[in-house]
């Protein structure tokens, strides 16, 4: 079973700063997936990626195979990114249900 | 293109009542799941369909839950009886199985249940 580590658990930063939030998990995966949740429990996906990086806006995910390691990094931070940041391995194929970490909880103040 | 719809969104019993939740999924999506996240925790799958049939319960407590997608299409959980552990929120999610090897999932606003 791939285990999923992030850190931090919780982070709190001034707005403007750039901010990263990494992921570890243990086996190989097909791909890994970042997602965010606000208050009130909807999950919404960010990124699905399985090598190099992938932008979105003042959203960046990178992706190191051989190191079995992601980041996602938020530049120019404002105070609507505070949410909590969740990475997710897809380990097997297809339609497979996915193994989650844990999450970051970000708060990012005026 | 409307999202995953999820039903109650909050639900407050007492230990030992049953209750159930729907998850009506995006148009077209084959596949389903049923997720449940503790506080402070990511969530666990609990099971997966594949059109009507459920391809992964190996999480999920038979003892207590139970879980049909009868025509391939909207879901329901069940729990019967509610334990005081069972308070989490249930996230329903759905996807497209197109055969490749890795397919996006779309997430629900989920259930909160309190179980007092």
């Known amino acids: 079973k791939n285990e999923v580590e992030q850190s931090p658990q919780n982070l709190t930063a001034q707005e403007g700063e750039f901010i990263t939030i990494n992921c570890s998990y243990s086996v190989g995966i097909s791909a890994l997936h970042w997602l965010q949740q606000h208050p009130g429990g909807g999950i919404v996906s960010l990124f699905m990626?399985?090598?190099g990086k992938k932008k979105h806006g003042r959203l960046i995910a990178t992706i190191n195979i051989q190191e079995k390691h992601s980041s996602l990094h938020i530049t120019a931070s404002h105070p609507r990114d505070s949410a909590v940041y969740i990475c997710?391995?897809?380990?097997?194929?297809?339609?497979?249900?996915?193994?989650f970490g844990k999450g970051t909880h970000l708060i990012i103040q005026p | 293109e409307a999202g995953v719809v999820q039903s109650p969104r909050y639900k407050i019993i007492e230990k030992k009542q049953p209750v159930a939740f729907w998850c009506n999924p995006i148009s077209g999506h084959n596949t389903l799941y049923w997720y449940r996240q503790n506080l402070g925790q990511g969530p666990e799958l609990l099971i997966r369909y594949e059109n009507e049939e459920a391809v992964d319960d190996s999480q999920l407590p038979k003892d207590r839950f139970s879980a049909e997608r009868l025509k391939g299409v909207d879901s329901t959980l069940k729990i019967q009886p509610a334990e005081l552990g069972d308070s989490a929120v249930y996230l329903c999610a759905s996807s497209y199985l197109r055969g490749g090897p890795v397919i996006e999932q779309y997430f629900g606003p989920g259930t909160r249940l309190t179980v007092t």
């Open positions: 990626l399985s090598s």
């Open positions: 997710a391995a897809h380990s097997g194929g297809g339609a497979d249900g996915l193994t």
